[in-house]
């Protein structure tokens, strides 16, 4: 048949074992290693990236790649097609980037992580500047390598994290909904807010972790391939066969349990929805950053966020949560769950603010990847943003532009596959919504088999045979566009805000 295709997708799907390997021992770093186990985790960690970069590079898979290019029949096959498209831009992603750049933006990075954090916590911009100096110079270089022609260093960067979008495409999408969002947030001030209730009652988190688990488990996660457990920051990995996800407990905000529980669970059903046979090669992997958030925010916001969940969820929370439900009925942890408040933190920020965090990011970056902004004006340049979107006055840069890990690990670009996420989510929900003949009358039963089946069938099964653009063409039978999202948004939150 097709050797050199036989011969390099046996070549990934064993570097994918060793990533899989990686990912447990990343799992287990994260949930129960006792700390002395550090030292000796974090070699074992580097060995297998090297033996993975190794495999990655080794020059066969040059050779194969072209031997597959040059035969008509995988170009006649979608699916081997798919495979070496995706394997091709995997390879000039491992091997654009010289040795030398690749080895100081990992020390950068480890160096940078902690300076940051120490920065952070004395809420000290000047002791991290010349690290997010250094970092921007990497990154330009970086960029450099990764991109052809006359391509945004920005938008070089964003490939490797949502492949196929741009800049000029994200500035054409956040611009209505910024100024649509900045106006929900001014009406919604005038509205009548919801009072904060369950989520301030103190409940033992045994109570609290059964309920989450009855969530779950109805959501429809295989716990006989997968599990949930605890850690400091909520996560889902997958490690090749299984699926591990982990929440996190406060004592006085079951809510927070809940959301943080059902985001991830949404995470962990598209990668268990991925084809099985198709493990190790591009088909049986998450496309992007994006569509991935997409699965969580869907579960987290048009599910767990929604009035019908609630009517099917309220005797399952008394049943659990016993006491701490006396004197609240479902309506009233409805409108809680949607409260909207301005706040200055991304990760605690409601639903009609989220994005518009996200956008500061993604302003603030693209300036400082082009030069057009020195580090040492970015404190300056991002409060006065915080004023103009979100309303807010910046009082310190620890709640303000350090408040985010991501740029002293060097990811630039990323932030805004939070935002496509949950634009992606809502014209996801409402094709869903469309195709299934409403979804509310599934919720309120809290039958979600039919939402799970629906997205298994149009998004988790495909992998990365079609790219994000074309896989929602495919799913929602349109291109990617903020009105679902605005129009989820202005419907829910005007009924829950009285207006
Ligand atoms: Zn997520």
């Not at 040059?70 to 070496?84: L, M, T, Y």
């Not at 649509?180 to 001030?189: E, F, G, K, S």
């Not at 005038?190 to 045994?206: N, S």
């Not at 579960?299 to 701490?324: D, K, M, Y």
């Amino acid at each position: 048949m097709t050797a050199a295709y036989d011969d390099l997708l046996a070549h990934v799907r064993e570097t994918h074992l060793l990533a899989a390997t990686a990912a447990l021992l990343a799992w287990d770093q994260e949930t129960g290693m006792p700390p002395g186990a550090g030292d000796v985790r974090a070699r074992q960690l580097a060995l297998l990236a090297r033996l993975q970069h190794e495999r990655a590079t080794d020059p066969r898979v040059a050779d194969w790649l072209a031997a597959c290019e040059a035969d008509p029949r995988v170009a006649a096959d979608p699916e081997r097609a798919a495979n070496v498209r995706e394997l091709r831009r995997d390879h000039e992603r491992n091997t654009r980037l010289p040795q030398r750049l690749v080895e100081e933006l990992a020390a950068t990075e480890s160096r940078a992580q902690q300076a940051w954090a120490e920065a952070r916590a004395a809420s000290d911009f000047a002791a991290f500047r010349p690290w997010l100096e250094r970092m921007v110079a990497l990154q330009q270089q970086k960029a450099d390598c990764l991109r052809r022609g006359p391509m945004p260093r920005w938008d070089a960067l964003a490939d490797l994290y949502e492949p196929g979008m741009c800049a000029a495409e994200l500035r054409q999408l956040f611009a209505p909904l910024r100024e649509r969002l900045v106006a929900l947030r001014h009406r919604l001030a005038a509205g009548r807010a919801p009072k904060v209730a369950l989520g301030r009652v103190p409940i033992d988190e045994a109570r609290q972790e059964q309920f989450v688990r009855a969530v779950l488990a109805a959501m429809g996660f295989d716990f006989g391939r997968g599990r949930l457990d605890r850690s400091a920051h909520p996560f889902c990995t997958s490690t090749g066969g299984d699926v591990r996800l982990t929440t996190r407990f406060h004592r006085d905000n079951v809510l927070d349990a809940l959301g943080s529980t059902m985001h991830e669970g949404g995470h962990g059903l598209y990668e268990q929805g991925l084809d099985p046979d198709a493990l190790g090669t591009p088909l049986g992997e998450p496309v992007s950053l994006g569509i991935h958030e997409s699965q969580s925010r869907l579960w987290e916001n048009h599910v767990g966020r929604s009035a019908a969940f609630w009517t099917w969820c309220w005797p399952i929370a008394q049943q659990h949560l016993g006491n701490a439900c006396d004197g609240l009925d479902a309506a009233a942890v409805f409108a809680e769950c949607n409260a909207v408040e301005p706040s200055l933190i991304r990760v605690e920020a409601d639903e009609a603010t989220y994005d518009l965090h996200v956008m500061v990011r993604f302003e603030v970056e693209q300036e400082l990847l082009a030069g057009a902004l020195p580090v040492a004006d970015l404190p300056a340049r991002w409060n006065a943003l915080y004023r103009d979107y979100l309303g807010v006055e910046v009082p310190d840069d620890r709640r303000g532009c350090l408040q985010d890990v991501h740029w002293s690990c060097g990811l630039f670009g990323y932030f805004p596959t939070y935002t496509l996420g949950n634009l992606f989510a809502a014209q996801f929900a409402a094709a869903a919504d469309r195709a299934l003949g409403g979804l509310e009358p599934l919720l309120r039963r809290g039958d979600f088999a039919p939402l799970r089946a629906w997205l298994r069938e149009h998004v988790h099964r495909h992998g990365r045979r079609f790219r994000p653009a074309e896989l929602c063409q495919r799913a929602t039978g349109a291109p990617l566009s903020a009105a679902p999202f605005l129009a989820h948004l202005e419907r829910k939150l005007g009924a829950v805000y009285g207006l």
